[in-house]
Structures are given as structure tokens and as C-alpha cells.
């Protein structure tokens, strides 16, 4: 099977603008989660869908949302871009199969975000 | 926030020793997972340990767990050069619907060969 891939891979924009990331899970997963890793807060968690609906959220303002396709392909929007917000942006998808609680998430090779 | 703490922030060996690394949280959890990330890239996963569960192995990897601590290891027999990276344990509140996994700040391995 294919792994988690991310789109694009490197992005720079300018404070104010907004950014659209993409990410499309192993074939057959149907969670994929988001996180944020910066050299000063580390790797945080911004948000988990699955079967389209969001159902968990990490501590991030609004101007960070998502949403998931049928397919479970997800993307990531930032509006009105901070400087803070350069960072590599990580998808993660998983598979629960039989309800199992045990979540292994498999990564993709992440989104490198600079905001200039 | 971060849940926990790794220890050490960085660690130096060289070539065939072994390293272990600590992992610190601080809510109970269902499971606890160790990653390895390559300069800035993508994380691989390496072991899943259950809370019930007080160590596990796999390949040169053992890991231990001792849920009354908070605390985890991770010891990584006869290293590599390959094994140089960054390593983070993380933590899963676990139940079905919840996959968000909090992770530690990390430890920067170098293997000197």
C-alpha cells in the first residue's frame, strides 16, 4: 500500500494570506489527524476527522480548520497567516478496525510552512 | 501543551553501544507510543505499548513501561548510524473515537560511528 502523502511539501507565504494543505490517507483509513511541529511548542495536535466529521480538536484558534472528503482525503486551511505559524504541519491516518482503542498512526513526510 | 518529558534532550554515543532514552507523562493513558523522525521528516512509528502491559520488544527495541511512575523507556540495542534521529514518545488516551496522540519534547540521538 501506498503511505500517507502530503501536498505540497514546501510552501512560503506572506503574513495575511492563507494556505491550503492536502493530505490523503493510506488506502482504506478513514482517520486522519493533524499536527503541528515547531522547535518551540514541539509536535501539537490541531484536529482529527473521521467519516468526514471532525472529532477531536486541539487548542488552535479558528483561523486553523479542516475537513475530510469521502474518500477520506483531508485538507488543512490557516487564514490570515502569522508568522507563528511557519512550521512543518504532519497528517496522520489510521485504522481502527473492530473498534480496537489501539491507534497507530502512520505519517506522511509533512507540509513545511514558511511564512514570511 | 506537551504531556510529558523526555530525558535526555540530546545523547551522543557511539557506534554499537546502546541508548536509552526516557519518556515522562502526566494523565493516565491507554497506550503509549514511541516515533522516530529523520531531520524535519515525516514520523515513523516504532512500538505501541498497552497501559497493561510492562515491557515489549521489538527487534533491537525494548521498551518499558511502569504506569504507576508515569513513565516509559526505550532502549535501543547495539546502535547504528541509521539510528540517528529524533525520538518521541507519545500518548493515547485511547477509546474508540479518540485518536489524538500527545506527545513528549523528544530526544536527539547521535550515533558517532
Known amino acids: 500500500k501506498a503511505g500517507v502523502t502530503q501536498t505540497p511539501r514546501y510552501l512560503i507565504k506572506t503574513r495575511g494570506q492563507q494556505v491550503t494543505l492536502s493530505c490523503s490517507p493510506i488506502?482504506?483509513?478513514?482517520?486522519v489527524s493533524w499536527y503541528q511541529q515547531t522547535p518551540g511548542q514541539g509536535l501539537q495536535f490541531l484536529f482529527e476527522?473521521?467519516?468526514?466529521?471532525?472529532?477531536n480538536k486541539g487548542n488552535f484558534p479558528g483561523r486553523f480548520s479542516g475537513r475530510q472528503f469521502s474518500n477520506s482525503r483531508s485538507e488543512m486551511n490557516v487564514s490570515t497567516l502569522e508568522l507563528g505559524d511557519s512550521a512543518l504541519y504532519l497528517c496522520?491516518?489510521?485504522?481502527?478496525?473492530?473498534?480496537?482503542?489501539?491507534?497507530?498512526?502512520?505519517f506522511g513526510p509533512g507540509t513545511r510552512l514558511t511564512v514570511l | 501543551s506537551q504531556q510529558g518529558e523526555e530525558d535526555p534532550q540530546a545523547l551522543s554515543i557511539q557506534e554499537g553501544e546502546n541508548a536509552t532514552m526516557n519518556c515522562s507523562y502526566k494523565?493516565?493513558?491507554?497506550?503509549l507510543q514511541w516515533y522516530r523522525q529523520n531531520s524535519g521528516r515525516g514520523l515513523v512509528h516504532l512500538i505501541l505499548i498497552r497501559s497493561n502491559e510492562r515491557e515489549k520488544h521489538s527487534g533491537r527495541l525494548r521498551v518499558t513501561l511502569d504506569t504507576s511512575k508515569k513513565s516509559s523507556s526505550l532502549l535501543i540495542t547495539a546502535s547504528r548510524a541509521a539510528d540517528t534521529a529524533s525520538y518521541f514518545c507519545a500518548t493515547a488516551p485511547g477509546g474508540f473515537g479518540n485518536e489524538k496522540l500527545t506527545f513528549g519534547t523528544g530526544t536527539r540521538l547521535t550515533i558517532i560511528p
Open positions: 496522520a491516518s489510521s485504522d481502527r478496525l473492530g473498534g480496537s482503542s489501539y491507534n497507530e498512526q502512520f
Open positions: 494523565t493516565s493513558i491507554n497506550n
Open positions: 476527522y473521521f467519516s468526514e466529521t471532525q472529532r
Open positions: 488506502s482504506g483509513h478513514r482517520s
